[in-house]
């Protein structure tokens, strides 16, 4: 893992032009990707029989209304995660304009849509870092700081709505999951504290010319967080509960036929989330759409009706971040930005797109 994110770091400190990053999302990875999501479509729709004229009649009736606050809440959540982001920044020592943060993360989102391995994370520091003088280490701590974050938050509001949803009793089909995101938390948690206390030994222990990039993202992974601790879990907080009223609103906007509680939605837009994060394939497809009908249909739907929700919340989530991307690169010729002069911790640093 040590070497991987020193590798990391070492390629954001170059700075390649924006054409050839560009071509990085056309690759044969990439490629080979959603190859794989096509095979894994193909198989599923020979394989797992649904009633698809019954989806269909089903998404033919969505109220329209109620689908564009779905989309709304989606895009509100941007609002907290652009926030959240620019004070891990200035907890770090560095300053960003919400504007152009923002910016940002809707490339990153678009970029893990299409990037398999979650590879989005590395394009946010790399924007930063082409942005900026913010070092590509600095900005990659404070992406994984803000990963660490979201995932606590997340495991802690799953394990509560699963309490309120099945008391001591969880389901044996949940119990894998839920046992495995804990442990990891448990890691993540553990490797944070040992981190934070012993990062002069390990610092020690890197190659001199690495010293001071290890140094930086250091600070944007442990120091980013030593301050504003409840703004920051009160905004991850926000961004879930958006999440999360996202998928109400879907429900809402269907003809279901069955009531689903608040502490249903929680789970299953949580359980949904805390798919996206296994670095398959891009932005969870397949897995993320497969997990919400399981989870649907074992809270009553039908699997065709459950097809359907999970259909409708994707367009949202996976398929409207790629189309605002487009725009967004295409608007700002592929996302390449005019390099100001900056320095850490000055008051007005910004990010110009052309």
Known sequence: MAAIVKDAVVRLEVVPGPDSFWRRFVNLRTLASFAVVAMLLVWLGTHVHFDYGSTLRTLAHVNAAVFALALASFYLSFLARTRRWQLLLRNAGEQGRFQSLLHILMLTWFANCVLPAKAGDLYRAYLLRRNTSTSGAKGLGTVLSERVLDFLVLMSLLMLSGLALFRTAIPVRFEGALITGLVIALVLLAGMVGLQRNHDRITELVPQRFRVRAVQFKVGLIDALRRDRLTLVGLTV??????????????????????????????????ASLLTTIPALPGGLVLVEGGMIAVLVFFGL???????????????SFWTPIVVGIVILAMSGQGHPHRPALRSGSPSPAVHFE
């Open 238 to 271: 926000g961004v879930w509960a958006a999440e999360s009223a996202r998928l109400y609103l879907v429900t809402l906007a269907l003809p279901l036929g069955v009531r689903l509680g608040p502490a249903h939605i929680i789970f299953i837009a949580l359980v």
């Open 302 to 316: 039908a699997p065709s009706v459950a097809l359907s929700v999970a259909l409708l919340d994707r367009l949202i």
